[in-house]
């Protein structure tokens, strides 16, 4: 069994199904339709994969899945259908240019015409003719290649430019032929990711994409000359390998003359060697000075990108500072109109406390003031009182006072309302009226 074979394949009842011709049509037998045609699908996939091509050839693939002597009734439907819904493509998708016009050239000149007349009159097991390109399998493949080519990329000027025999090996793993290489070549071109050129000597170079999300530029001079650098770098390394081989054989050869006693051979062997050396040692120069170059092209590409990036940086902090309002002259501004907010404040703050202080010093002297007054009063009031409490001490000095060891004097009942009973009256004091008074208008006044 072919190894592009599903598992399925040596199952004959599950087989004989899958070959047997369609039953009614799509819309009245949907799931045996889309059973059929995912198998085939599959295996159509699958015999690409494994043959290394993009291409179904309508009129010999029918052979491919021949099995004990049978062939599919259904596969000339199923790849009609895989045309129809855009499985299988023409060439000129690839090839021709977009627009009405290649629209026109794909329908009516480049599609088989026996195609065309059994697309509208064709019988149950009618077969398309012609070749067509596996689009899945193409856009996968083109990947791939974009994959392989950036991940052995360096420097972006300097290696993104490669010739075609290095972009043949870059595919080698999914092209068989430079037929399925050049199909590749051309989606690609067509999705501007390389653009295709042909250097001095006539050869075809491939300039390929900075990135798998850019689009290519047009392969300018300075292309051309960095692909002639690289040729004449690759010569110098081939044409200084040969010479290494023949300074050994030359070698060998003196050796050889030397032991049948020959001298002039081995002379001349020895003066041929001399000059091999010589060759090789200028080569060698030519390809330094060369590879040195080409280092220098690296690094010209190299700060480019940094040179990118500190413009890119400085574009997006530029950018984030005027979005941000953020400029001296705004900062300077602001500042200032901060620091007069903040001056404003403290000549608000030392006003207010002046002016408390006034009101308060205001306040506080018209209070001592009347407070003064008041106690100028007072103290003419207690000297008048002093003086009257000492006329009536003195008017009653005769009367005999009781000693302290005496008992206080009892009230007595007044014998009749115009007679006042002295006994009656309490004992003179004997403290100071006159302190007391003071000490009373200083308490007073504290409070």
Same mark, same amino acid.
Request: proline share 3%.
């Given at each position: 069994?072919?190894?592009?074979?599903?598992?399925?394949?040596?199952?004959?009842?599950?087989?004989?199904?899958?070959?047997?011709?369609?039953?009614?049509?799509?819309?009245?037998?949907?799931?045996?339709?889309?059973?059929?045609? /995912?198998?085939?699908?599959?295996? !159509?996939?699958?015999?690409?994969?494994?043959?290394?091509?993009?291409?179904?050839?309508?009129?010999?693939? @029918?052979?491919?899945?021949?099995?004990?002597?049978?062939?599919?009734?259904?596969?000339?439907?199923?790849?009609?259908?895989?045309? +129809?819904?855009?499985?299988?493509?023409?060439? /000129?998708?690839?090839?021709?240019?977009?627009?009405?016009?290649?629209?026109?050239?794909?329908?009516? @000149?480049?599609?088989?015409?026996?195609?065309?007349?059994?697309?509208?009159?064709?019988?149950?097991?009618?077969?398309?003719?012609?070749?067509? !390109?596996?689009?899945?399998?193409?856009?996968?493949?083109?990947?791939?290649?974009?994959?392989?080519?950036?991940?052995?990329?360096?420097?972006?000027?300097?290696?993104?430019?490669?010739?075609?025999?290095?972009?043949?090996?870059?595919?080698?793993?999914?092209?068989?032929?430079?037929?399925?290489?050049?199909?590749?070549?051309?989606?690609?071109?067509?999705?501007?990711?390389?653009?295709?050129?042909?250097?001095?000597?006539?050869?075809?170079?491939?300039?390929?994409?900075?990135?798998? /999300?850019?689009?290519?530029?047009?392969?300018?001079?300075?292309?051309?000359?960095?692909?002639?650098?690289?040729?004449? @770098?690759?010569?110098?390394?081939?044409?200084?390998?040969?010479?290494?081989?023949?300074?050994?054989?030359?070698?060998?050869?003196?050796?050889?003359?030397?032991?049948?006693?020959?001298?002039?051979?081995?002379?001349?062997?020895?003066?041929?060697?001399?000059?091999?050396?010589?060759?090789?040692?200028?080569?060698?120069?030519?390809?330094?000075?060369?590879?040195?170059?080409?280092?220098?092209?690296?690094?010209?590409?190299?700060?480019?990108?940094?040179?990118?990036?500190?413009?890119?940086?400085?574009?997006?902090?530029?950018?984030?500072?005027?979005?941000?309002?953020?400029?001296?002259? !705004?900062?300077? /501004?602001?500042?200032?109109?901060?620091?007069?907010?903040?001056?404003?404040?403290? =000549?608000?703050?030392?006003?207010?406390?002046?002016?408390?202080?006034?009101?308060?010093?205001?306040?506080?002297?018209?209070?001592?003031?009347?407070?003064?007054?008041?106690?100028?009063?007072?103290?003419?009031?207690?000297?008048?009182?002093?003086?009257?409490?000492?006329?009536?001490?003195?008017?009653?000095?005769?009367?005999?006072? +009781? =000693?302290?060891? =005496?008992?206080?004097?009892?009230? +007595?009942?007044?014998?009749?309302?115009?007679?006042?009973?002295?006994?009656?009256?309490?004992?003179?004091?004997?403290?100071?009226?006159?302190?007391?008074?003071?000490?009373?208008?200083?308490?007073?006044?504290?409070?």
């Amino acid at each position: 069994m072919k190894n592009y074979f599903p598992k399925c394949w040596e199952d004959d009842e599950r087989m004989d199904y899958l070959f047997s011709a369609f039953r009614g049509e799509k819309n009245t037998n949907p799931h045996d339709w889309d059973t059929k045609i /995912n198998f085939w699908n599959s295996v !159509i996939t699958a015999y690409c994969r494994s043959h290394k091509t993009v291409t179904v050839n309508c009129e010999t693939i @029918i052979e491919e899945f021949r099995r004990k002597g049978k062939v599919p009734l259904c596969v000339g439907q199923v790849l009609d259908e895989l045309i +129809r819904i855009k499985k299988l493509e023409s060439v /000129n998708y690839v090839i021709a240019s977009r627009g009405w016009l290649s629209w026109s050239f794909h329908v009516f @000149i480049s599609t088989p015409s026996s195609w065309l007349f059994s697309r509208f009159w064709k019988k149950p097991t009618a077969y398309p003719s012609g070749v067509y !390109i596996h689009r899945d399998l193409l856009k996968e493949y083109a990947n791939s290649l974009l994959e392989a080519h950036h991940n052995q990329v360096q420097c972006d000027l300097a290696d993104n430019l490669v010739t075609y025999e290095a972009v043949k090996s870059l595919s080698s793993d999914f092209c068989k032929d430079s037929t399925t290489l050049d199909l590749i070549l051309s989606y690609l071109e067509k999705e501007k990711k390389i653009c295709i050129g042909y250097s001095g000597d006539g050869s075809k170079v491939v300039k390929f994409t900075d990135g798998p /999300n850019s689009t290519v530029q047009a392969i300018s001079e300075a292309d051309f000359g960095i692909i002639r650098l690289k040729k004449t @770098i690759e010569m110098l390394k081939l044409q200084i390998s040969k010479l290494v081989e023949k300074k050994k054989k030359l070698h060998q050869e003196a050796k050889t003359a030397l032991k049948e006693a020959s001298k002039t051979k081995a002379k001349q062997a020895l003066r041929k060697k001399l000059s091999t050396e010589k060759m090789i040692e200028n080569s060698e120069q030519t390809l330094a000075t060369l590879e040195q170059l080409q280092d220098e092209i690296k690094t010209a590409e190299s700060q480019k990108v940094i040179l990118s990036a500190y413009e890119a940086g400085a574009s997006a902090l530029r950018k984030t500072l005027s979005d941000q309002r953020l400029r001296p002259d !705004i900062v300077h /501004n602001t500042m200032s109109d901060v620091q007069e907010v903040v001056e404003m404040c403290q =000549d608000i703050s030392t006003i207010m406390q002046d002016k408390s202080q006034e009101l308060e010093q205001s306040y506080m002297g018209e209070e001592s003031l009347d407070q003064s007054d008041l106690e100028a009063e007072l103290a003419a009031l207690l000297n008048s009182q002093a003086d009257s409490d000492n006329e009536e001490y003195a008017t009653s000095s005769a009367t005999p006072v +009781r =000693d302290k060891g =005496d008992t206080p004097l009892r009230r +007595r009942p007044i014998a009749s309302a115009n007679k006042f009973d002295v006994d009656s009256l309490p004992d003179v004091p004997s403290h100071n009226i006159q302190e007391d008074g003071d000490k009373q208008v200083r308490q007073l006044l504290s409070s």
